[in-house]
């Protein structure tokens, strides 16, 4: 087996491995992509179950500040005492990220059901004001739990519990006392019972804060939903915080205009801000940030951690048409769905991206591989056809002059026909010298030519002289024939006439039994107008076939029909032309057929006019020849 078809089939068979490595590899990528996309959408929920119960952990907090800092301001007796609560609440203002969330508060006794006590910081006073419009479903409510103040004051028992933490809670103290929430005012409040004995049971004060709600509006929730869901990496979401009462919502809050107001508009996440987490199941307490538990009548309460800074909440109303604050995001991206299959589709897209161009630069080093192996051959060739080439002309030359240097040829005839015999396969050998050399410059640096005006005649004429002993030689029929009135081309003479020459000699030697060549010279017209002239050279030999046109203009390249014969050559013929006319901003095209001979024509634009103009060759090395 021979080193060639060694290397066709190691190419066959590593073309294939190559292919079902990529294969595997995309298969391996599209299930990686799937497997990180259901990874990146449970840290995506993650996170963002994170930043809502945080959202609403830092709502607390700031609502939690203000009854911290009114401990301590009621007496013995259960009444607020004026001048504490007061400077109380002067320390929370100058403290407070926020001083104007509360402007006043008030305090109820159940004694009194027509008339609040209104706290004057500034003049350390209590003073009896009615009852706001605004708090009537609140001033219904607490006349109803005065009744029974128990189920608020004291909880019921609850039913024994096995865990340790509620058991803990179930006796002593409560360190996190629980303060109520009417989200309809918004306020907060607490019932405040006197000391055993100091009051009947009866006779309850309440402590009544109203929220500013332009303030949370505006200034409160703006804030969280920036620090938690439209500003942190990975974080981008629509934000809005709505008040539902039963089939009815109120946006108080929405980061884009108009987000929020359908409540038809699918959400990515929901959660209430006070009370029960979720509408429906439980959601785990997250650690670190807040607590949900179970409390008496199947509520929950919501407990701020803050050390011994720490306050429950839990609504005031649990009834379904009660008012109830609840957050709503959705991704800038439409939904989780949608952020997550973009997010995959952007790493397919990367991961193919990647594989194709593995791909492709598998494809060009296999190619090019092929092509460095192909060069090497015509190469090896070329070395092989330039050898016989010379050896022909100097196996002449050595062989005469022997002869005249031993005094074979000693007549005077005889040894200027040695002479002529010399002469003529120097002059061979220079040519083919000086054909290389012109050959490897244009493949160096680009030629230079000073194109001027030349009648295509006297091109031709040149061209034939000197071609006229191989024409000669070769009993080749001529036939002739050049248009009258062609002008001029810009040209440069010797360029041309070595084109020219090229094309005629390949056309003697692979003009086969015809031995016909014909040069035709035409005009060639756009709109009535004579653009180029084009100079054909024409032969009726073996021809060319239609797989090997593409390459009979690649350097060294000789046909296989061509190499294989007597028909000597260097594969650089018609590189060497389509290269000069190339460079003298012409082009050589060609058309052939197996068997009936070849048709080359050089093209070349009308002069413009007397002057000479500087061509510079631009095409390196794109050339070959199936003859020559």
């Not at 957050?327 to 995959?344: E, F, M, T």
């Not at 009726?540 to 014969?565: C, M, N, T, W």
Request: charged share 20%; with cysteine.
């Amino acid at each position: 087996m021979n080193a060639a078809i060694k290397q066709r089939i190691l190419l066959w068979g590593a073309v294939p491995v190559l292919a079902a490595v990529l294969v595997l590899l995309a298969v391996l990528q599209y299930r990686w992509s799937g497997q990180v996309s259901a990874a990146t959408r449970s840290q995506m929920e993650l996170n963002l179950h994170v930043a809502m119960m945080g959202f609403r952990q830092d709502l607390a907090r700031e609502l939690a500040a203000i009854p911290v800092e009114l401990r301590g301001g009621m007496d013995d007796s259960g009444k607020p005492n004026a001048v504490r609560l007061s400077q109380q609440f002067r320390q929370w203002q100058q403290g407070a990220a926020h001083p104007a969330l509360v402007s006043h508060m008030y305090f109820w006794t159940s004694s009194d059901s027509d008339h609040l006590l209104s706290l004057d910081p500034s003049r350390e006073q209590m003073q009896a004001v009615p009852w706001p419009a605004n708090f009537d479903r609140l001033r219904q409510r607490l006349n109803q739990t005065s009744l029974q103040p128990e189920h608020l004051a004291n909880p019921p028992q609850r039913p024994p519990q096995h865990n340790r933490t509620e058991r803990s809670h179930s006796h002593g103290r409560d360190p996190s006392p629980i303060w109520l929430v009417d989200e309809s005012i918004p306020a907060i409040l607490r019932p405040m019972r006197p000391r055993q004995g100091a009051m009947p049971p009866q006779a309850l004060t309440w402590i009544i804060i109203p929220i500013e709600l332009s303030v949370v509006e505006k200034e409160v929730l703006p804030e969280l939903a920036q620090k938690y869901l439209t500003g942190s990496p990975g974080l981008d979401y629509r934000v809005a915080v709505l008040r539902t009462s039963g089939d009815k919502q109120e946006v108080l809050y929405s980061s884009e205009a108009g987000f929020g107001a359908n409540a038809a508009t699918p959400m990515d996440g929901a959660l209430n801000l006070f009370g029960p987490p979720t509408r429906h199941g439980q959601m785990p307490p997250m650690p670190g940030m807040f607590a949900v538990s179970r409390s008496p009548g199947n509520e929950r309460t919501l407990q701020t951690q803050a050390g011994e800074r720490s306050v429950r909440f839990e609504p005031l109303f649990f009834a379904s048409d009660d008012p109830g604050w609840q957050i709503v995001v959705q991704h800038k991206k439409g939904s989780l769905d949608a952020a997550v299959s973009g997010l995959r589709w952007r790493n397919l897209i990367v991961s193919f991206g990647v594989l194709v161009v593995l791909a492709i630069t598998m494809a060009l080093v296999v190619i090019t591989s092929q092509r460095a192996r192909r060069l090497a051959l015509l190469q090896m060739e070329f070395v092989a056809g330039v050898s016989h080439e010379l050896r022909t002309p100097l196996a002449v030359i050595s062989s005469a002059a022997e002869n005249i240097a031993h005094g074979v040829v000693a007549e005077k005839e005889q040894v200027a026909r040695y002479g002529a015999s010399i002469l003529k396969q120097s002059r061979q050998l220079t040519k083919l010298v000086e054909q290389v050399l012109v050959f490897a410059a244009t493949q160096q640096k680009p030629q230079r030519y000073q194109l001027r005006p030349l009648n295509v005649a006297e091109v031709i004429d040149a061209a034939l002289e000197n071609t006229a002993n191989m024409i000669t030689g070769g009993a080749v029929t001529l036939e002739r024939h050049i248009e009258a009135g062609l002008p001029p081309v810009a040209a440069d003479f010797s360029a041309l006439t070595q084109c020219l020459q090229n094309l005629i000699n390949n056309a003697v030697k692979y003009g086969g039994e015809s031995r016909w060549i014909g040069i035709r010279a035409t005009a060639q017209k756009e709109k009535d107008t004579v653009r180029e002239v084009s100079i054909t050279v024409q032969d009726h030999g073996i021809g060319i076939g239609p797989g090997e046109l593409k390459q009979i203009f690649d350097p060294f390249y000789r046909s296989p029909a061509v190499a294989g014969s007597n028909i000597h050559g260097t594969g650089l013929g018609l590189p060497l032309a389509k290269t000069l006319i190339e460079s003298m901003r012409g082009r050589l095209t060609v058309e052939s057929e197996v068997g009936k001979g070849a048709r080359f024509t050089i093209h070349l634009p009308v002069a413009d006019g007397p002057e000479t103009v500087t061509a510079k060759s631009a095409i390196k090395g794109e050339t070959s020849t199936a003859t020559s």
